[in-house]
C-alpha cells in the first residue's frame, strides 16, 4: 500500500470503530461498522469488509483497486477484450495516471432545459439528471436522489486483485470515476469532495476554482489537487452543479465532454420492486440505482427515521433495497448463515447503537436476489421491529412481474 491507501485504511476503521463498546470487539460488530464506514465511501476503491476486518482482527493489509484502461460504448455494453489490468511493480505501487493541468477551452452547453430557479430542496421521487456521455470503460453507474443533493456517477470498474476478474460486488475495485453533483438553493456541494478543501456554503468569498470557459452561458470554475478535478457552475443563482474527476487521464477534457452530455429532466423515478409498509415516521429522503453494463444491480430506498442530522438532508438512517447480482452464494455475504426467515436463506449482524445489517435471500422470481434493509440508528432498528422486524420486512418485499424491463418498475 501507499501512503494514500494506507491512510484512507486508518480513516475507515477510525469511523468503523467510533460507535464500538469498550474492551473486545466481537467480529460480527467489527463487520457490520466496518461495512457502513466504508459504504460511505464506495466512491474510494477498497477491499471487501471482510478484508478490512481482516487489518483489524489479524494485522494483515488491506487490498486496493488500481486504475486501469478500457474502450466501450456510453451507458451500457460490455467491456472490450483488450482491457489491460496494471500490475504493480517489484519496487513500489502502479504509477499515478497522467493529469494533465491545462484548463479545457471553450464553452460548453448542457443537454435540455436547465432550471432557472434553485429549489429550496428536491423531490427525492424526482430525477433532475442523467448521464449521457460517459468515460470509456464506465459500466458500472449510479444515480441517486435526495433532498438537498442529488447526483449520477460513471465508474470504471478493477480488479480487487492484480489478475483477478472484474465484476460487481458490495466493495468493488475502482479503476476511476466521474460524479455529477446538483445542489438544491444554499446547499454547500463542495464539502463532500474527498480532499478537495473547499468546504462551507457557495458562494462565498472565493470561488471554487480558477474561472474557466462558460457553462450555459454561467461563469465557470476549476479546481484541480493531486487527488481530483473538479469543474463547477452555478446552475442557477443559489444552485450549484459539479463534476469531479478522479483517477482518469486528461480529467479536464473528460468533465467538459460530460457537460456536454448532461441532459436535465424531470422524470419520476421507480424501482424493480413493488411498493410495501413502511415503518411508521420513516419519510423517504433518496433513492439509489446502480446498474452494470446497462443491467439493474442495487436498487435503494433510504429514509430518516430519527429526524435531522445536520448531513445537509441526504443520510439516510433506514435503507431498505434489493440487490440482484451483488453478493455470492446465499446472499448473506456474511458467511455460513443458520439463519433462516419462510424457509429462505437470511443473515442478520447487530452492531452498537442501532447498527444492523439484515438480509434476505432467493428472493420469489429472482433466486439470486437479496433483499437488504440496513439500520443506522436505534430510532431505526425500534422502527422495524428490532432483528426479527427487520428479517420479516426483508422477507415481504417482492419484485415486480419482469424486473429486467425497466418500463415495468414502480414508484415508490
Not at 476511476?176 to 446538483?182: C, E, L
Not at 470561488?207 to 457552475?233: F, I, M
Not at 436535465?264 to 424501482?271: A, L, N
Not at 430506498?301 to 431498505?320: H, K, M, Q
Request: proline content about 10%; overall charge neutral.
Amino acid at each position: 500500500m501507499n501512503r494514500d491507501d494506507e491512510a484512507l485504511v486508518r480513516s475507515l476503521l477510525a469511523r468503523a470503530a467510533d460507535d464500538l463498546p469498550a474492551g473486545g470487539v466481537p467480529a460480527e460488530t467489527l463487520l457490520v461498522a466496518g461495512e457502513r464506514a466504508v459504504r460511505r465511501r464506495r466512491g474510494i476503491a477498497v477491499a471487501a469488509v471482510a478484508a478490512v476486518a481482516a487489518v483489524v482482527l489479524l494485522g494483515s493489509a488491506a487490498v486496493l483497486g488500481a486504475p486501469g484502461t478500457s474502450t466501450m460504448p456510453a451507458d451500457g455494453g460490455t467491456p472490450t477484450p483488450d482491457r489491460s489490468v496494471p500490475t504493480a511493480s517489484p519496487s513500489g505501487p502502479t504509477a499515478t495516471p497522467d493529469r494533465s493541468t491545462a484548463a479545457p477551452s471553450g464553452p460548453v452547453t448542457t443537454q435540455g432545459e436547465a432550471p432557472t430557479v434553485a429549489p429550496e430542496r428536491f423531490d427525492p421521487t424526482r430525477r433532475s439528471l442523467r448521464l449521457g456521455w460517459v468515460p470509456p470503460g464506465a459500466i458500472h453507474q449510479v444515480s441517486r436522489t435526495g433532498v438537498a443533493i442529488q447526483s449520477v456517477e460513471a465508474v470504471v470498474p478493477d480488479p480487487l486483485v492484480p489478475g483477478g476478474p472484474v465484476e460487481p460486488g458490495p466493495m468493488m475495485g475502482i479503476g476511476g470515476w466521474v460524479t455529477v453533483r446538483t445542489g438544491a438553493r444554499g446547499v454547500d456541494i463542495f464539502s463532500p469532495q474527498r480532499g478537495s478543501g473547499l468546504t462551507g456554503q457557495v458562494p462565498s468569498p472565493e470561488t471554487p476554482g480558477a474561472p474557466v470557459a462558460p457553462v450555459d452561458g454561467h461563469p465557470a470554475y476549476l479546481h484541480t489537487d493531486r487527488e481530483q478535478t473538479l469543474l463547477s457552475w452555478q446552475y442557477a443563482p443559489g444552485g450549484w452543479v459539479s463534476v469531479t474527476v478522479r483517477s482518469l487521464e486528461r480529467p479536464e477534457e473528460v468533465a467538459r465532454q460530460v457537460v456536454a452530455g448532461l441532459t436535465w429532466q424531470d422524470q419520476r423515478v421507480t424501482v424493480p420492486f413493488r411498493p410495501f409498509d413502511v415503518p411508521p415516521r420513516a419519510t423517504l429522503i433518496g433513492v439509489e440505482l446502480r446498474t452494470w453494463e446497462g443491467r439493474w444491480l442495487n436498487a435503494t430506498a433510504n429514509y430518516l427515521v430519527s429526524g435531522p442530522t445536520g448531513d445537509e438532508g441526504n443520510r439516510a438512517d433506514l435503507t431498505i433495497g434489493v440487490s440482484n447480482g451483488m453478493y455470492d452464494g446465499d446472499g448473506s455475504d456474511l458467511g455460513g448463515s443458520s439463519t433462516r426467515v419462510d424457509g429462505r436463506v437470511g443473515a442478520a449482524v447487530d452492531g452498537p447503537k442501532g447498527l444492523g445489517a439484515y438480509r434476505v435471500g432467493q428472493v420469489p422470481g429472482c433466486r439470486d436476489c437479496v433483499v437488504e434493509v440496513d439500520t443506522e440508528s436505534s430510532a431505526a432498528l425500534k422502527a422495524v421491529g428490532g432483528r426479527s422486524g427487520a428479517l420479516r420486512l426483508a422477507a415481504a418485499i417482492r419484485l415486480v412481474v419482469n424486473p429486467t424491463d425497466p418500463t415495468t418498475w414502480r414508484p415508490l
